[in-house]
């Protein structure tokens, strides 16, 4: 079975900074792939972005990229130039690569906010 | 429609009665998902089902929940009896296959049992 921790509960930093919310993992797997997700008040996870474990470059996606340490089984979340709409809980997790039971693994989450 | 559609987005019921949630994925999607969400806390597995069948029902936190899907399209989670522990956020998520493909979630449906 899959674990996926994520240290920090909460997180408050000044709209425009930058921010990084931490996961850590532990799996047997080789494959598989790694998702931070988003979730807003309006409780609909939306997908952030997405790695997958055999690819050495780090997924970026505009403000958002990720520092992907496999051999740390590290997967943290950049936010650059943070703005309040980023305010939200954020959930990092695992999926084995064929999917299927099991589903995704979450993280507690962390949820973030962004101060004006 | 567009996304992962959820009814209801709320339900409010009395312990020891019977609910049922329902989910309509993305068309196509073959494989789809329920998680429980509890408050502060991260997403808990129910079930999976690829297609109308489900290959994984260890999730299920006691055999007063059963979910079943018809047509390979919408599924319907029943929780009989309720209890006060079962109040929670009850999000659907659906992938076009399993494995490979990102999960696309519904609203959820927060159930209060009081």
């Known amino acids: 079975a899959q674990t996926v921790t994520q240290s920090q509960p909460e997180m408050s930093v000044q709209e425009a900074e930058t921010v990084t919310l931490s996961c850590t993992y532990d799996t047997s797997e080789s494959n598989y792939y790694l998702f931070w997700y988003k979730q807003p008040p309006s409780r609909q996870m939306i997908l952030v972005i997405r790695?997958?474990?055999?690819?050495?470059q780090n997924a970026t996606e505009n403000r958002f990229s990720v520092n992907f340490q496999k051999a740390a089984k590290s997967f943290s979340l950049k936010i650059s130039d943070s703005q309040l709409g980023d305010t939200a809980m954020y959930f990092c997790a695992f999926m084995k690569h064929e999917g299927g039971a099991d589903g995704l693994t979450f993280g507690k989450g962390t949820h973030l906010i962004i101060q004006p | 429609g567009a996304g992962v559609s959820q009814s209801p987005s709320n339900k409010v019921t009395e312990k020891g009665k019977d609910v049922e949630l329902r989910c309509d994925p993305i068309s196509g999607h073959t494989a789809l998902y329920w998680y429980r969400q509890s408050l502060g806390q991260g997403l808990e597995f129910l079930i999976y089902f690829q297609g109308n069948s489900a290959p994984d029902k260890s999730g299920l936190p006691s055999d007063r929940f059963s979910a079943e899907r018809t047509g390979g399209s919408v599924s319907t989670l029943t929780i009989q009896r309720t209890q006060q522990e079962d109040s929670a956020v009850y999000l659907c998520?659906?992938?076009?296959?399993?494995?490979?493909?990102?999960?696309?979630f519904g609203n959820g449906t927060r159930l209060t049992v009081t």
């Open positions: 790695q997958e474990a055999y690819k050495q």
């Open positions: 998520a659906s992938s076009l296959v399993a494995g490979n493909s990102p999960l696309h």
